[in-house]
């Protein structure tokens, strides 16, 4: 593993499923976020962590939730999944404040929900 | 409220003819800004940062404070550089997150 990885690449899911979007890092930064990319709107800020065991919110985080039992993890989970949740989530870590540092992007993962 | 305004959603250009990607920020402190490049379904990647002053793939980028803009600047486009570009500064109040603009889509023509 070098930098994030994120898994699956892509999935259809049936609307109403569970699903759990898989975040890893091997840097050991200690903040890590959650984005969706959607046409027009950009990337917006679901959740974040800014150390392991905490969480936090940012600008959409509704039907999400997450967890961050240690430094490398930081799954992304739709409870129940509905169409307007269809978009291109992309996990992000920091080194340090990233207003200082910038973000480090995992490649994404294409999720359409019907 | 932080507002990021990316106010073309397309930039289409020649090959070799000037760039100017616009970005304007809300912010009342003194921000450390980035401008970050997505190629055709790959990931975001950092281009350059303001406090660096560098000239990453012969892109530069002004801090005005004045205008409160960080135009992101390249005197000859190249193919290549066809990509989506997003600005970026911090949240006010503390360096923990990073808020987007919408993103510009720029299309290099030969």
């Known amino acids: 593993i070098a930098g994030i990885t994120q898994a699956p690449t892509s999935q259809i899911l049936a609307a109403g499923r569970r699903m759990t979007l898989r975040c890893t890092q091997d840097m050991r930064h200690n903040a890590m976020y959650w984005y969706r990319q959607d046409l027009g709107l950009g990337l917006r800020l679901i959740h974040y962590?800014?150390?392991?065991?905490?969480?936090g919110k940012g600008e959409v985080p509704d039907g999400y939730s997450v967890s961050r039992a240690n430094t490398d993890d930081f799954p992304l989970t739709l409870a129940s999944a509905v169409p307007s949740q269809t978009s291109v989530y992309f996990c992000a870590s920091s080194e340090g404040p990233p207003g200082s540092y910038g973000y480090t992007f995992g490649s994404g993962t294409r999720l359409t929900v019907v | 409220a932080q507002r990021v305004t990316q106010p073309e959603k397309l930039l289409s250009v020649f090959k070799g003819a000037p760039v100017e990607l616009k970005c304007n920020y809300s912010?009342?402190?003194?921000?450390?800004l980035f401008w970050y490049v997505q190629y055709s379904r790959q990931r975001l990647q950092l281009l350059l940062r303001h406090i660096s002053r560098e000239s990453i793939k012969g892109f530069t980028a002004d801090l005005n404070k004045g205008e409160t803009s960080f135009h992101l600047k390249k005197p000859f486009a190249q193919e290549e550089d066809s990509a989506m570009y997003y600005c970026?500064?911090?949240?006010?109040?503390?360096?923990?997150?990073?808020?987007f603009g919408a993103g510009t889509r720029l299309a290099v023509h030969p």
């Open positions: 970026a500064p911090p949240f006010s109040g503390g360096y923990n997150k990073l808020i």
């Open positions: 962590s800014n150390t392991a065991g905490t969480t």
């Open positions: 912010y009342s402190g003194s921000p450390e």
